[in-house]
């Protein structure tokens, strides 16, 4: 796969696990430390190499476009106060990354989302990305996809090994292992039973998909609350293509639950210099009081 350069976020979902804040606060501005979560995110996709970003906006999301704007008043009054740290850092978002914007006007599933990026994307094979998953690599998960789909030419999902008794919150794949991390894909099963699995191997937010996918799309029926999802429309293309998936190197937060969220958090306000010292301290105080 060549000429990667587009990469779709999926940002209309309502967000109800984090109500009520996600009430007026899109829960893909939620902070983890000094900065939310879609950021994280975006920064993946530009070190690995993607230069056009869409995100996939409904209602209530215009915090978002607000967010990757340049923002002039702040900037004057940080100019003014001679901050120019702070006033560099919000500018870089803006500099760095060009956006655009596409409106999903139902929440009609995750399928759905990435059909609505179809007039952006044209005949280009392109990047997707979850920005709930928050992914702690060395080498960014989005470009480790992007090495392994340009080496065999075809779709990469980020898969992630799981405890067998969690393979019913997640999109589970059958495959056979081609080398070391490397799986080709044969099926996948959407929040099996334990017994029904096929494997420990869960899909994770990350996908470098063709456009040919839109196609797939497009003929998928509708499922629960009437909502068109992205792994039907992969099996039927996997019926008669290839599409790998690959088990990445990194440390995966699900923040887009509770507990998740907080841990991610922790993790990340840990490797803040200015911060780890403190947080310790602050976790030792917790664990005492509740013995």
Known sequence: MKNLRKVVFPAAGLGTRFLPVTKSTPKEMLPIVDKPLIQYGVEEALEAGFNNVIIVTGRGKNAIEDYFDYSHE??????????????????????????????????????????????????????VVLADDIIDAKVPVLKQLVNVAKKVNAPVIALMEVPREMVKK?????????????????????????????????????????AEIFKYLKKVKPGKNGEIQLTDALKIYAKKNKIYGYVFEGVRFDAGDKLGYIEANIMFALKRKELKAGLINICKKVVESER
């Open 170 to 210: 997640y999109g589970i794949v059958k495959g056979e292992m081609v080398e070391n991390r490397l799986w080709e894909i044969k099926d996948m099963v959407e929040k099996p039973d334990v017994m029904d699995a096929p494997s420990n191997l869960a899909i994770i937010g990350r996908y470098i998909l063709p």
């Open 74 to 127: 702040l900037e004057h009054i940080l100019s003014q106060r001679q901050d120019n740290e702070t006033l560099e850092e919000i500018r870089k978002m803006p500099k760095q990354v060009d956006v655009a914007y596409i409106r999903q006007k139902k929440p009609l599933g995750l399928g759905h989302a990435i059909l609505c990026a179809e007039s952006l994307i044209c005949d280009e094979p392109f990047g």
